[in-house]
């Protein structure tokens, strides 16, 4: 059943979501060749903490650490661990948090150092399919209608979409209804509704859209081993619209990026 949310639990949403944004914004400075994940994890452990926020992946159904660290061909549920990233590496980020008793889950595929143009070009494909997603995301359309904009952008470019992990309802809990699917047809599935908050997260592989998991239970990689990315934001509907609870704006300023991407999904300007 999927828990519709009021403006005010909305607001608290967007608290959490931020939460996360200025993590990812903080990892952004911090990613670069000869570092490891477990550092990065401590850093982000400690500033969802200094932010009054419990990090929202630690212990969630026994999920060792506070990020997941998802490089190269793996394509989420990475664990971090003390193996340094080297200059060519991407590495996907998934970060959570949980304040006043709502969750924030959101995640950035990060370039470290120089990375060569075909995986470049991932990144920017999956990146756009997230906003082709959100666009979808309205009164009176439908669940199916995301992952139909997310499949199509990122298939058009021959890339494979992971089937088996979606994106998912958000709130007092991580994972609510509805699934939300990076694949699909369009006006099938859910009805898109006023008050309803969700993740679009689209995982996207270089090649097959096939997977494997490892033996340690968590980690997703793609059965080719070429590369996969994520990005993820939080929207919630507003007056019928899609609006960004989360933002890649404190990630673009690390990274000198400059874009207006967002703009169409916010009520007015974006203050930092
Ligand atoms: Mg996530
Ligand atoms: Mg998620």
């Not at 150092?113 to 075909?118: L, Q, R």
């Not at 209804?177 to 694949?183: C, G, L």
């Not at 340690?216 to 080719?224: A, E, N, S, Y």
């Amino acid at each position: 059943m999927v828990k519709i949310k009021t403006l005010e639990e909305i607001e608290l949403m967007r608290e959490s979501a931020l939460i996360v944004s200025k993590t990812l914004g903080m990892l952004a400075k911090e990613v670069k060749p000869g570092v490891t994940t477990l550092h990065l994890d401590k850093l982000a452990e400690e500033f969802i903490r200094d932010h009054g926020a419990y990090p929202g992946f630690l212990g969630m159904y026994d999920f060792p650490n506070s990020l997941c660290m998802s490089p190269n061909a793996q394509v989420v549920h990475g664990i971090p661990n003390d193996k340094p990233l080297q200059d060519g590496d991407i590495i996907s980020i998934d970060c959570g948090s949980y304040k006043n008793g709502f969750y924030g889950d959101h995640a950035y595929t990060f370039e470290v150092g120089e990375v060569d143009e075909a995986t470049k070009k991932l990144l920017k494909v999956t990146k756009e399919s997230l906003y082709k997603g959100i666009e979808q995301f309205k009164k009176g359309n439908r669940i199916g209608d995301i992952g139909y904009a997310i499949q199509k952008h990122t298939e058009d470019h021959g890339y494979g979409v992971v089937r088996e992990l979606v994106g998912h309802g958000l709130g007092r809990d991580m994972h609510e209804d509805p699934q939300v699917a990076n694949y699909g047809k369009r006006n099938t599935g859910k009805k898109i509704i006023e008050g309803m908050v969700i993740a679009i997260e689209p995982m996207i592989n270089m090649g097959t859209h096939r997977i494997n998991q490892l033996k340690d239970g968590w980690t997703i990689l793609t059965l080719d081993n070429k590369p996969s990315a994520h990005f993820e934001h939080d929207i919630a509907i507003v007056n019928g619209k899609p609006e960004l609870l989360s933002t890649f704006k404190y990630v673009n300023e690390a990274l000198g990026i400059v874009t207006n991407e967002e703009d169409a999904f916010r009520k007015k300007p974006f203050v930092m």
